[in-house]
């Protein structure tokens, strides 16, 4: 079902949660710009904990701030059919690391999780990282047009180390330089599940990208540079 671009906000998500409680048959709900804020996405939540078929909800460009993404943490952490959440560009910046990123540490279905153009900062970049270390769904992890630099990179790298499942990360448009790109560069080496990595639009210089370049020839990882 696609309710992208109209103006349900949290009264009409409310309505819409209460239906989700026993619908069985809606695999995909698009509610991006919609100006749900926290009261719907909190309605939202408490619906997917017992909802069974709802595999992909997209709440981009809505207005979820602390409470809503604690909702969903908790929902997803009790749902075993969401697989994709997208929540790009809402009211989220500083606040992530300690509800989202942390509920990834459980078993969940999740598979695709989409934080583009969150300024996801320092402390989030180590808690992401550290989720990730012991995540064993995701698939899928969508950070372009954050504030990604050197730092965050490096984490991730050290995370590429031992995580088996992550396939695509796009870092596209964040600030990594050479010494986050080296970094990447030699964790690729230890890992043979990615097989795309976006670095476009970044800071790297010559020298890293030679780097990249002579890892994607001996890995099956698609390095976008």
Known sequence: MNLERNSIGDNGAQALSEALKTNSTLATLNLAVNSIGDKGSQALGEALKTNSTLAT???????VWIKGLLAFSEAYKANSALTTLELRSNNTTGKIAPVLLESL????????????????????GRALGEALKTN??????????????????????????????LTILNLYN?????????????????????????????????NAAQALHQVSLTTRCDIRR
């Open 136 to 165: 064993s769904s995701l698939i899928t992890l969508d950070l372009q047009r954050n504030s990604v630099d050197d730092n965050g990179a490096q984490v991730l790298a050290e995370t590429l180390k031992t995580n088996s499942t």
């Open 174 to 206: 964040n600030s990594i330089g050479d010494n986050g790109a080296q970094a990447l560069s030699e964790a690729l080496k230890n890992n043979s599940t990615l097989t795309t990595l976006d670095l476009q639009g970044n800071k790297i210089g010559h």
């Open 57 to 63: 909800l997209n709440l981009n460009s809505n207005k």
């Open 105 to 124: 540490k459980s078993k969940t279905a999740l598979t695709t999780l989409n934080l583009e153009h969150k300024s996801i900062e320092e402390d989030e």
